[in-house]
């Protein structure tokens, strides 16, 4: 499966962005889809993962401000962030896997498909 991320730019702090991430390919509803963001000198880090069956999972710092969602008609999945935070800026990643476990859904080594990224800068 080939992944395309979208929707980053440059908004306020306490704004809101949705991220998209679009994919290739008919049996994108096997997929766990997942969210992650990094900045320079960091690890990429988890923020968000809906299953195959629609649970969704968070980072707690993430919780309550963002939902991930997904249309497996569009072949799509969300990323909607509210009250954006400075500390939000990153490129975000989206990352897909058929054979994730769900200990490891925060672990980006287990995802086998990434994204080009998205970058997201959130200005104080």
């Known amino acids: 499966v080939q992944l395309q991320a979208s929707g980053g730019g440059l908004v306020q702090a306490g704004g809101s962005l949705r991220l998209s991430c679009a994919a290739s390919g008919r049996t994108f509803n096997v997929y766990t889809v997942g969210w992650f963001r990094q900045t320079p000198g960091k690890e990429r880090e988890f923020v968000a993962v809906v299953r195959r069956n629609g649970n969704t999972y968070y980072a707690d710092s993430e919780k309550g401000r963002f939902t991930i969602s997904r249309d497996n008609a569009k072949n799509t999945v969300y990323l909607q962030m509210n009250s954006l935070k400075p500390e939000d800026t990153a490129v975000y990643y989206c990352?897909?896997?058929?054979?994730?476990?769900?200990?490891?859904?925060?672990?980006?080594?287990?995802?086998?498909?990434w994204g080009q990224g998205t970058q997201v800068t959130v200005s104080s």
């Open positions: 990352a897909a896997s058929q054979s994730i476990i769900s200990t490891t859904l925060a672990s980006a080594q287990y995802y086998d498909y």
